[in-house]
Structure formats: structure tokens, C-alpha cells
């Protein structure tokens, strides 16, 4: 073997091995990031849809109250005796709380 062909050929395999770090890379940002991510979105869409009159949330600007009225992209909400606010169904959020109440009802 020449020196060339020496030369070319371990160009060739640093070449792969820097292909195949990259893949690995992606496939680990993918495993680790986006996957979680989309799944995490999915269970919100999921909560958010099937929330009714009766439930009581907690939105993403913190404030506590219970569903009196569901509408197509909304919610009215009572955050205290006689007070009502309509909030956008995408800033209610599962809250930790209700996590725990649902897995110690899942678990009775």
C-alpha cells in the first residue's frame, strides 16, 4: 500500500466516526428532550379536555378558582363568591396538587 491510500483511508474512517457522533448526539437530544416534551404536552391536552363544570384548577398565572362554564377556547371561572373571570383554556395547567389528590384516588 502506498502512503496515499494509507492517508485516504483513515480520512475516510475519521470521516464515518464523526458521522456516527453526530447521529448519536441527535438521537440522544431526541431521547432525552424531545420525546419527554411531546409527551408532557399531550397529557396537558389531554387534562385540559376533559376539565368540566364542577372542576377546580389553577392557571398558569396562579390563580385558583373553580369551572362554572366551558366554552369552545375558554373557561369562566369563580375565583371567589360572586366573581367570575373568563380565562383561555391553554393557560390552565395540571397543578402538583391535583397530581397527588388523582394518584390518591387512583390508589384507594
Known sequence: M?????????????????????????????FFMIRPQTKRQKEIRKFREGLSAGDKIVTAGGLFGKIKEVKSDSFIIEIAENTRVRIAKDSVYPSVADAKDSGAQQAK
Do not use: K
Open 2 to 30: 502506498t502512503t496515499l491510500s494509507i492517508l485516504l483511508q483513515s480520512a475516510a474512517s475519521s470521516g464515518m466516526s464523526s458521522i456516527l457522533m453526530m447521529v448519536a448526539l441527535i438521537a440522544i437530544f431526541y
